[in-house]
Each structure stands twice: as C-alpha cells, then as structure tokens.
C-alpha cells in the first residue's frame, strides 16, 4: 500500500467518522426533542387522571361529557395546595385507570355508540360501501351526530380489528362489508 492510497483512505474514513457523528448529534437533539414532547403528554395525561378520579364521586358524572358550553357548572372546583395536588398525580399514576373508565361510563349510554351506528347501516347493503357513503348515510339518518371523516375512518379500522366487518381493496378506495355471522348447526 503506498503513502497516497493509505492518505485517501484515511480522508475517507475521517470523512465517514465526521458523518456518522454528525448523523448522531442530529439524532440525539430529535430525540432529546420527542422526550420532552413525551414528559408534556405525561403531565397532561396525569392531570386527566387526577381530575378523573377527582370527579369519580359526583353526583351527577354522567352530565359532565356532554355538558353544553353555554350550561351552568354544577359544582366549582376548589384550588388545592401543590403539594396535595402532587400527592394526588402520584396516586393517580399508580391507581388502575379502569377505575376511573367505569365512573364516566355509568350514564353515558344514551346515545348509541358510533360502531353500533355504522355496523347498523352496513347491515342495511349486501355490498361494499365506502366510508364516505357511510358518513353521508350516518349525517342523513343521525343529524345530530356529525363525526369528521377520519373518526368514521378510524371506527371503522376498528371494527375490521374486532373482527366484524371486512376491508376491501378496489384499486384506492377502501370499502367495508358486514361480517355475516355463522349459526352452528
């Protein structure tokens, strides 16, 4: 190996580290950056949890999800001192978040759910339907329920999780059919 090839490989391989060092830096401050991003869904998610079992115990919790803009607050929350409130997202951390689930579901059935909804309209074709034809028919039949496109979209992608409807793929459209339920026999 002569002096010149050895020099270029090493230009080269200095080249190569210089990179890669820089390609980790920019690495790092993304992360560094999606980690404080985290720690803010973290305290905001804490801070839900608390509320959430603050609430557990009212009289009237099933009001509180639907509650109107324009309604009166049935009952004021009282300020707590820091460290109460910090006790409290401690607890709530390592409290089970079913809990909580359960208290704001009590009385929350008045309105049928949006899977039920859209599982009840594709029942209604023998063919596949695409999501937008099945919000529009949502919209028509259930004024008072106005679900963007996407949340369809998403309930949707549920059911076909769940198992009770099927995905079909024609070129760009995706299309959804009822899953016909089998009878033993």
Do not use: W
């Not at 980790?24 to 803010?40: G, M, P, S, W």
């Not at 579901?105 to 759910?113: N, T, V």
């Not at 063919?127 to 496109?149: C, H, I, S, V």
């Amino acid at each position: 190996m002569t002096s010149q090839s050895t020099a270029t490989l090493r230009s080269r391989l200095v080249e190569q580290a210089a990179s890669d060092l820089e390609e980790n830096r920019r690495q790092q401050q993304e992360l560094a950056e999606r980690l404080t991003v985290l720690k803010q869904e973290e305290a905001l998610l804490s801070d839900i949890l608390s509320l959430a079992q603050r609430y557990k115990g009212f009289a009237d919790s099933s009001r509180l999800p639907e509650q109107l803009q324009d309604e009166p607050v049935v009952a004021k929350v009282k300020r707590v001192p820091t460290e109460a409130a910090a006790r409290r997202s401690t607890s709530a951390r390592t409290a089970p978040a079913g809990d909580a689930a359960k208290a704001g579901a009590k009385g929350k059935s008045r309105r049928p759910l949006l899977g039920d909804l859209l599982l009840e309209l594709l029942g209604k074709h023998d063919g596949p339907r695409l999501a937008k034809e099945l919000r529009d028919e949502l919209l028509e039949k259930y004024p008072d329920r106005n679900p963007t496109p996407q949340v369809v979209r998403n309930t949707l992608e549920s059911l076909v999780a769940k198992g009770r409807i099927q995905r079909h793929k024609q070129q760009r459209s995706v299309m959804y059919t009822l899953v016909k339920s089998r009878v033993a026999g």
